[in-house]
């Protein structure tokens, strides 16, 4: 069966710091991937996706970008955090039509 | 682009009574509508989706409806327990886009 890992669960990174988020899939193959965030108590915001290795679309101008090195696996990445990233980042996997999510990081920025 | 609209934003009912969960959508080339529901602190988690040459689909207390002509629909959980207790996101999905466009979620409160 196909599973999502995302890591880390939680995330305190100051002002300018840089960061980088994992997100890998086991049991499947040139899955479609995603990066949502969400902000407290609201919806699920669209910042990039990826239908194959190296080809990312981004939905949101911002401070992140994406990267898909290897066909399984999508990170997501800051140069310098602004503390208006901070949010609950959600990484999915999808094939067609269905689409399954990470358990999340939640990102503070201080 | 597509865009979903979800009604109502929060909801409570009593344990037992039956919920309703309505969105529009408005690219009519969209097919595939799934429902997520999301616990506090986790991932929201696929519970039943819909395609768009199926008008209603049943898994056990929870059902979806979808009127294509209206470009609108619905999930319905009857029966409800305290741990229906959660935010309801609805998608959109277009073949050929990749893009799941989501609702705002619902916010559903069963009282015991």
Known sequence: ?110 | GENVEQHPSTLSVQEGDSAVIKCTYSDSASNYFPWYKQELGKGPQLIIDIRSNVGEKKDQRIAVTLNKTAKHFSLHITETQPEDSAVYFCAAWASGTYKYIFGTGTRLKVLA
């Open chain 1, 1 to 110: 069966s196909q599973t999502i890992h995302q890591w880390p669960a939680t995330l305190v990174q100051p002002v300018g710091s840089p960061l980088s988020l994992e997100c890998t899939v086991e049991g499947t193959s040139n899955p479609n991937l995603y990066w949502y965030r969400q902000a407290a108590g609201r919806g699920l915001q669209l910042l990039f996706y990826s239908v194959g290795i190296g080809q990312i679309s981004s939905e949101v101008p911002q401070n992140l970008s994406a990267s898909r090195p290897q066909d399984r696996q999508f990170i997501l990445s800051s140069k310098k955090l602004l503390l208006s990233d901070s949010g609950f980042y959600l990484c999915a996997w999808g094939n067609r039509a269905e689409a399954f999510f990470g358990q999340g990081t939640r990102l503070t920025v201080v």
